[in-house]
């Protein structure tokens, strides 16, 4: 049963450390997203990558935020500084013919 | 600019009753659309989708939704609900390419509550 991991689950940090969040796709899923939930927001798209490119970034804090993928098995977003108010959950999900399949998510707490 | 409106944020329904969850959904070209749920501290799950084809659409766990274009409408039905149902629920659209699997945009989400 194929499924997308995430790393960590929870996270708790301070403000002004770096965090970074890891996702493995399902194994020939072209295509891979990065959502926040807040409570207050709801789900918001941070970035996506197809084939291992970026497409849209411009749910990110560009000064902040940065999401990578290395290669097609790792997916990565890294918060550096973190700040009290990046405290969510985040997806990821990967897709495949008008389908995503979503990741348990990281609880990020930051301090 | 796609947009997703779910007016009820939260629905009381008791068990074996039948239950609506109501999308809307604004765009100004043709979309695909999506529901999926979310239970308590997973990640969200499709529970069906529409592509193109028949406006009735059957999904996993006895859920089916109707899509009408007329009213830009998805709303969310089953006929009879169970205390597992007790979960989120999210509409949600992506536009449509040759690629496949744009992004979604998602609604606020209704809270569905079983009453045993």
């Known amino acids: 049963d194929a499924r997308v991991t995430q790393t960590p689950r929870h996270k708790v940090t301070e403000m002004g450390q770096e965090v970074t969040m890891r996702c493995q796709p399902i194994?020939?899923?072209?295509?891979v997203f990065w959502y926040r939930q807040t409570m207050m927001q709801g789900l918001e798209l941070l970035a996506y990558?197809?084939?291992?490119?970026?497409?849209?970034d411009s749910g990110m804090p560009k000064d902040r935020f940065s999401a990578e993928m290395p290669d097609a098995t790792l997916a990565t977003l890294k918060i550096q500084p973190s700040e009290p108010r990046d405290s969510a959950v985040y997806f990821c999900?990967?897709?495949?013919?008008?389908?995503?399949?979503f990741g348990p998510g990281t609880r990020l707490t930051v301090l | 600019a796609q947009s997703v409106t779910q007016l009820d944020s939260q629905v009381p329904v008791f068990e074996e009753a039948p239950v609506e969850l109501r999308c809307n959904y604004s765009s100004s070209v043709s979309v695909y659309l999506f529901w999926y749920v979310q239970y308590p501290n997973q990640g969200l799950q499709l529970l069906l989708k529409y592509l193109s084809g028949s406006t009735l659409v059957k999904g996993i766990n006895g859920f089916e939704a109707e899509f009408n274009k007329s009213q830009t409408s998805f709303h969310l039905r089953k006929p009879s609900v169970h205390i597992s149902d007790t979960a989120e629920y999210f509409c949600a659209v992506s536009t449509i390419s040759n690629f496949g699997n744009e992004k979604l945009t998602f609604g606020t989400g209704t809270r569905l509550t079983i009453i045993p």
């Open positions: 999900a990967s897709g495949f013919r008008n389908e995503q399949f």
């Open positions: 194994l020939g899923h072209n295509t």
């Open positions: 990558f197809r084939n291992r490119a970026p497409l849209d």
